[in-house]
Nanobody, 125 residues
Framework: QVQLVESGGGLVQPGGSLRLSCAAS????????IGWFRQAPGKEREGVSC????????YHADSVKGRFTIFRDNAKNTVYLQMNNLKPEDTAVYYC??????????????????WGRGTQVTVSS
C-alpha cells in the first residue's frame, strides 16, 4: 500500500539547518508530485514546498524562499527538504504528501491524497 514516512526532524537553534526526508513506497514514485506541508500548534496546515514528478520544477511558499530547498532522488523513492537559516516561526510538524488530484493551486490540501505521519521540527535557543 501507499506509504510516506518522514524523518530528520529535531531541535535546532535559530540559524541552524535540518534536512528532512520523505521515503515513499507502494506506488510509482516518479509519476507524482510530492509536497511538504507544516502545521504549527493552533494554526492551519500550510504548504511549504513541492516538487513536480520527475523533478526539475519546484515551488516554495514565500515564507521559505531562499532558505528551503526541495529535491528528489527517484532511484531512492525519496524527497528531501533542506532547511537552512531556520527561524522560530518554522517550528511545526512537517508532513509530506502525494498529489493525487491536480486541480487547484500547488498547495491545495484537497489535491493531496496520501500523507505521512509527520516529523517534529523545533527551532529554539
Amino acid at each position: 500500500q501507499v506509504q510516506l514516512v518522514e524523518s530528520g526532524g529535531g531541535l535546532v537553534q535559530p540559524g541552524g539547518s535540518l534536512r528532512l526526508s520523505c521515503a515513499a513506497s507502494g506506488f510509482t514514485f516518479d509519476d507524482y508530485t510530492i509536497g511538504w506541508f507544516r502545521q504549527a500548534p493552533g494554526k492551519e496546515r500550510e504548504g511549504v514546498s513541492c516538487i513536480i514528478s520527475r523533478g526539475g520544477i519546484v515551488y516554495h511558499a514565500d515564507s521559505v524562499k531562499g532558505r528551503f530547498t526541495i529535491f528528489r532522488d527517484n532511484a531512492k523513492n525519496t524527497v528531501y527538504l533542506q532547511m537552512n537559516n531556520l527561524k522560530p516561526e518554522d517550528t511545526a510538524v512537517y508532513y509530506c504528501a502525494r498529489r493525487d488530484r491536480p486541480r487547484g493551486p500547488w498547495f491545495s490540501l484537497s489535491d493531496y491524497g496520501y500523507w505521512g505521519r509527520g516529523t517534529q521540527v523545533t527551532v529554539s535557543s
